[in-house]
C-alpha cells in the first residue's frame, strides 16, 4: 500500500463526531418534508399519489408545520446519530488500516482504497443503528398516527407502556438491513465522486482543500445512490415498524406478506420522494459536515 512522503495528522475522533452532528442536522432541515410523504406512501398500501399533489395537500391542510410533523425525532436524534455515524466511519477506517497487511506504520498518509472505503461505511452503521432504530420507530408512528400522539415525549411514553423497550426498539434488525448496505453506497460513493471532480475542477484531493461544488454534488449524488440501494429494506422496515403489535412474527413476515397482497413493486414504493430529498438533503449533510470539519480543525 503506497503512501505519500508528505505528514499528515490524523483526523480527530472528537472533530468527525461533532462535525457529522452538524452535518446530520443540515439534512433533516432540508429533508424532512420529503421524508414525511415517503412514509405515507410506503404504509398507504395500494393507494399512492404524486409527490406533488401530497405535499401539496399536506401544505394545505396543515401549513409549514405539517410538512414538518414527526421532525422532533430526526431532530432530536439526528445530532447523535449523524455523530455516531461520522464517527464510525472514522473508526472503521481505523479498522481497516490496521488489517493491512501491508501497511508498516510510520510517517505518511495513509491512501484506502475504494474497497477499504466502502467497508467502513458499511462498519459505520453497525453503532449507529443503536440511536436510529427508535428515532426511526417514534418518526414513522408520529407521521402516520399524528393525531394519536401529542408530540415526541407522548408518542414514545405510549410506545413503552404498550411493550416495554422491545417495542420502542422495534425494527432494529429490519434499520441494520437497511443501513448496511446504504452506508457502504453513501460513504463510497461520496469518496469516489468528490475526488472525480475535484480533479475534473484541478484541485489535489490530497491537499485538503475544499471544493464547494464538488462537495455538494458528491454529497447529493451520494444520498441518492444510498436510497437506491436501500429502499426495499426501508419499505419493509417502515410497514413493520408502523403496523400494530402482533401484526406480524419479523420482518420476514412482512417481506411474506407484501409479496402476496402487492407484489414485488411494493418494495420500492417511496422510491421518488426518497430520490427527491436525496440529493438536496445529502448535499447539505455533506456540505455541512465539511465546513465544520474546517471549523473544528484546532481539536486535532
Not at 446530520?24 to 399519489?49: M, N, S, Y
Not at 452503521?125 to 427508535?134: Q, S
Not at 491537499?207 to 444510498?226: N, R, W, Y
Request: glycine share 10%.
Amino acid at each position: 500500500m503506497a503512501q505519500s512522503p508528505k505528514q499528515k495528522k490524523p483526523d480527530s475522533a472528537l472533530k468527525a463526531f461533532l462535525s457529522g452532528g452538524v452535518g446530520g442536522t443540515c439534512a433533516v432541515l432540508v429533508g424532512h418534508p420529503f421524508d414525511l410523504i415517503k412514509v405515507r406512501i410506503q404504509t398507504a398500501g395500494a393507494a399512492e399519489q404524486s409527490v406533488a399533489k401530497m405535499l401539496k395537500e399536506t401544505f394545505a391542510k396543515d401549513g409549514v408545520r405539517g410538512l414538518y410533523r414527526g421532525v422532533s425525532a430526526p431532530i432530536l436524534a439526528t445530532a447523535p446519530i449523524f455523530s455516531v455515524s461520522f464517527w464510525g466511519y472514522d473508526v472503521g477506517k481505523k479498522l481497516v488500516q490496521a488489517c493491512d497487511r501491508d501497511y508498516k506504520g510510520g510517517a505518511g498518509e495513509y491512501r484506502f482504497t475504494t474497497a477499504q472505503l466502502c467497508i467502513a461505511g458499511g462498519l459505520s452503521a453497525l453503532p449507529t443503528t443503536a440511536f436510529m432504530a427508535p428515532s426511526e420507530r417514534l418518526k414513522c408512528l408520529l407521521q402516520i398516527h399524528p393525531k394519536k400522539y401529542d408530540g415526541l415525549a407522548d408518542c414514545a411514553r405510549k410506545v413503552y407502556s404498550e411493550g416495554g423497550i422491545q417495542s420502542v426498539f422495534r425494527g432494529t434488525g429490519a434499520t441494520l438491513l437497511r443501513d448496511f448496505p446504504g452506508s457502504v453506497a453513501w460513504f463510497g460513493t461520496y469518496e469516489i465522486v468528490k475526488k472525480y471532480l475535484m480533479k475534473i475542477q484541478n484541485i489535489d484531493p490530497e491537499s485538503g482543500a475544499l471544493s464547494p461544488f464538488a462537495v455538494l454534488c458528491a454529497g447529493g449524488i451520494a444520498g441518492m445512490a444510498c436510497w437506491t440501494v436501500a429502499i426495499p429494506a426501508d419499505v419493509l422496515k417502515s410497514r413493520f415498524q408502523t403496523a400494530p403489535e402482533g401484526k406480524y412474527k419479523g420482518i420476514f413476515d412482512v417481506y411474506q406478506n407484501l409479496m402476496k397482497e402487492e407484489g414485488p413493486s411494493a418494495l420500492f414504493r417511496g422510491m421518488r420522494p426518497a430520490l427527491i430529498r436525496a440529493f438536496p438533503a445529502n448535499a447539505a449533510c455533506f456540505f455541512g459536515m465539511e465546513i465544520s470539519k474546517k471549523a473544528f480543525a484546532f481539536l486535532d
